[in-house]
C-alpha cells in the first residue's frame, strides 16, 4: 500500500474494525502482511465473500465460500479453499476480505 494512503482502523488482532472501509489496495497491503500473494483464485474468493457481506451484512461461513468453488472446482473445493490460505479461512481469507473477526462459527 502506496505510504500516502492510510490504513483503515485495524482492531488488536489486524481485522477491519469497519468491514466498508475495504477496498482492494487494502487487500493488498493486509495480504502482504500475512505474507499472502494474492492470485486470481483469491480475488475469485475475495469478492464472492464481498458480494456475500454486501447482500447479508456478515462474513460468509467458510461453507457458503465452498459452495461457490465447487461450482468451478467440484469435489476439490474444501482443500482448494485450505490451499489458498494455508494458515485458514478465519486468519487469511476473513482478514484480507476485511472481515470482522468471526466469531464462534464454524470454519467449514
Given at each position: 500500500?502506496?505510504?500516502?494512503v492510510s490504513l483503515p482502523a485495524l482492531d488488536?488482532?489486524?481485522y477491519l474494525v469497519e468491514p466498508g472501509d475495504w477496498n482492494e489496495a487494502v487487500a493488498e497491503?493486509?495480504?502482504r502482511a500475512e505474507?499472502?500473494?494474492l492470485t486470481d483464485e483469491h480475488w475469485d474468493v475475495i469478492r464472492f465473500m464481498r458480494e456475500y457481506y454486501e447482500e447479508h451484512q456478515i462474513a460468509p461461513d467458510a461453507r457458503?465460500?465452498?459452495?461457490h468453488l465447487s461450482n468451478r472446482l467440484g469435489a476439490d473445493a474444501r482443500n482448494a479453499?485450505?490451499?489458498?490460505f494455508a494458515y485458514g479461512y478465519?486468519?487469511?481469507a476473513c482478514k484480507i476480505a476485511g472481515m470482522k473477526r468471526p466469531r464462534a462459527w464454524s470454519t467449514g
Open positions: 500500500m502506496d505510504a500516502t488488536e488482532e489486524g497491503h493486509l495480504a505474507g499472502v500473494r457458503y465460500v465452498i459452495k479453499l485450505f490451499k489458498l478465519v486468519k487469511q
